[in-house]
């Protein structure tokens, strides 16, 4: 299963390169990597813990990678999504995406973070000078995925 | 019985993560269940009127007016925000 839902920290390099290994029709290897910044809403944020739904989360990264997997000809992909307490600097999301070219690599990473950030059950509590607080959904997040709805999808 | 969960502020402002809960008379949708919810009063009146309240059935996000069958997974939750 290219999912994977952990408290542990990964290794950028490992996991790209045992997403290519053994596989030489990979010609293009396309990443994303999100990090936990240290400011929000223009306070300063020191620690961010990470809420999901165990269960669902797993189904619903699945299906997002599955679509990936159908629109795009696609060799392989990886989603690793990091739980619990994270620090400013800190990891939280690697997506990557083997294919033979990069259009497609490119294509399909973008569409898997713009679903995975609507669709996949996380939530991001972080805690600032002012106390902790749940992070509000942006409306951006929301247009961002709208750009890959196809007809009667 | 519904097996029914709570995320994120939502559980934080219910006070509560999970119950399992006898499918109520004359209940067949999701938001017929949260209207019987709010009788509770409290926090729970305030369910209803949740901005962007997000509802998943067996684990898959469905709109609020999605049916209930007894023996279903439900879960109440604010908009997502991973990644």
Sequence with gaps: ?153 | MLNILYFASVRERLGRSAEELALPAGVRDVAGLIRHLGQRGGAWEDLAGTRNLRCAVNQQMVPLESPLADGDELAFFPPVTGG
């Design chain 1, 1 to 153: 299963m290219p999912v994977r839902i952990q408290e542990a920290d990964f290794d950028i390099g490992s996991e790209l390169a045992d997403l290519c290994r053994a596989e030489p029709r990979v010609g293009a290897l396309a990443s994303f990597v999100g990090l936990v910044r240290d400011v929000s809403g223009g306070d300063g944020v020191s620690e961010m813990s990470l809420e999901h739904y165990p269960g669902m989360t797993e189904k619903a990264l699945a299906a997002i990678v599955g679509e990936a997997l159908q629109r795009w000809s696609l060799i392989d992909a990886l989603v690793i999504h990091r739980v619990g307490r994270l620090l400013p600097g800190d990891r939280i999301v690697l997506v990557a995406v083997a294919a033979a070219h990069r259009a497609e690599a490119f294509a399909a990473c973008e569409f898997i973070m713009d679903y995975l950030k609507t669709r996949a059950p996380f939530w991001k509590r972080e805690l600032t000078a002012a106390g902790a607080r749940w992070v509000e959904a942006r409306d951006d997040d929301d247009r961002a995925a709208e750009r890959w709805r196809q007809p009667g999808g």
